[in-house]
């Protein structure tokens, strides 16, 4: 049974002050897990729409889950962001650790 891409650690220099989009899908439910940078915010975006949005801690994990849009991330600064992607039905580990 193919589950679709493979789980990967990604890690991205992002530029501080406005949103960046991460990941792009359309038709291909995925996930996008988060811990740092502390103070950053994710949020989904499809078109004009955005929703989801979430503060990180730098301690606990969110998670991003769209089927159509962007992943995106605004940080207040120039930094690197490391997260995992990868398909929703691919077996994920029960532990994150990243």
Same mark, same amino acid.
């Given at each position: 049974?193919?589950? #679709?891409?493979?789980?990967? =650690?990604?890690? !991205? ?9 991460? +990941? =792009? ?10 811990? $740092?940078?502390? @103070? ?12 989801? $949005?979430?503060?990180?801690? @730098?301690?606990?994990? !969110? $998670?991003? #889950? ?13 930094? +690197? ?18």
């Amino acid at each position: 049974m193919s589950y #679709g891409p493979p789980i990967d =650690t990604i890690r !991205k220099h992002v530029k501080g002050g406005d949103w960046v989009t991460l +990941e =792009t899908v359309f038709n291909q439910p995925v996930r996008c897990v988060f811990r $740092e940078p502390a @103070g950053a915010w994710i949020r989904t975006r499809f078109a004009i729409f955005s929703f989801d $949005e979430q503060r990180l801690d @730098g301690s606990s994990y !969110k $998670e991003l #889950g769209p089927r159509f849009g962007a992943c995106q991330i605004k940080v207040d600064h120039d930094c +690197e962001v490391t997260y995992l992607y990868g398909a929703t039905g691919a077996p994920w580990p029960v532990k994150f650790n990243f």
